[in-house]
Nanobody, 115 residues
Framework: VQLQASGGGLVQAGVSLRLSCGAS????????MGWYRQAPGKQRELVAT???????SYAESVLGRFTISRDNDKNTTYLQMNSLKPEDTADYYC??????????WGQGTLVTVSS
């Protein structure tokens, strides 16, 4: 199983970024997909999730600014991040989870937002 995250970078506050996570080795359409982040010195936290049926949930801190989506034909999940803030700076990790089937993590992609 591989989860390949990409799209991070160094940006100024207020701009947008889109992260992508391509999955292989799993039946993608059956998995809950999620984005987590971990800032320096802090615990990893949930950012957003999307179910196989497309139901989404968000951390309060990103609600209204971030949008998670998925393309089951491309085995890819996305995180559209708008109005980025310095406090969004973190390593962002992709997660794939299915009850009794697996719980997988990708490598992080670093997002740095300067003020």
């Amino acid at each position: 199983v591989q989860l390949q995250a990409s799209g991070g970078g160094l940006v100024q506050a207020g701009v947008s970024l889109r992260l992508s996570c391509g999955a292989s080795g799993i039946t993608f359409r059956r998995y809950d997909m999620g984005w987590y982040r971990q800032a320096p010195g802090k615990q990893r936290e949930l950012v957003a999730t999307i179910s196989p049926t497309g139901a989404t949930s968000y951390a309060e801190s990103v609600l209204g600014r971030f949008t998670i989506s998925r393309d089951n034909d491309k085995n890819t999940t996305y995180l559209q991040m708008n109005s980025l803030k310095p406090e969004d700076t973190a390593d962002y990790y992709c997660n794939a989870r299915q009850y009794r089937a697996g719980n997988y993590w990708g490598q992080g992609t670093l997002v740095t937002v300067s003020s």
